[in-house]
């Protein structure tokens, strides 16, 4: 099944998955009114200021990916190619790609990379950093 991305009239905006390009628009969940079918993300590549998803974004979870669902993670793969592909021609889209040192708990939404570390205390080198809980690594 392709996954397309909705807006209801409300600005509501989200991704459905349906048996086929033809089949009936998706109520929105939120508001349960009248949707319509937005661009996918790899057209509104071109001409607008839309950015697919980058590496950060992509779930990282069995769960996140609707348990393997085979459109799901071809849709993510498809969006970080793009991403990809963007990122090689602008590298100042790139996201961070320092390994992350803490992303559960208060760092949930915004994990805590080994540069975000080394920029707040100096360091450079030396041991192991520390984690998130003040225990070493
Ligand atoms: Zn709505």
């Not at 790899?42 to 669902?69: D, F, M, V």
Request: net charge positive; glycine share 8%; hydrophobic share 30%.
């Amino acid at each position: 099944m392709p996954i397309y991305d909705y807006e209801c009239g409300h600005g509501h905006r989200f991704e459905a998955l349906v048996p086929r390009w033809s089949s009936p628009h998706p109520a929105c969940p939120a508001c349960g009114t009248n949707t319509r079918r937005q661009p996918a993300a790899g057209a509104r590549l071109t001409g607008t200021a839309s950015l697919p998803p980058s590496s950060r974004e992509a779930p990282t979870t069995w769960l996140g990916t609707h348990r393997g669902n085979r459109e799901v993670v071809t849709h993510w793969r498809r969006a970080l190619e793009q991403r990809t592909a963007l990122e090689e021609r602008y590298p100042e889209l790139s996201a961070p790609r320092s390994p992350v040192v803490a992303h559960e708990g208060h760092y949930h939404h915004a994990p805590l990379t080994v540069d975000e570390v080394r920029a707040t205390t100096g360091r450079t080198d030396g041991p192991p950093l520390p984690k998130a809980d003040g225990a070493p690594a």
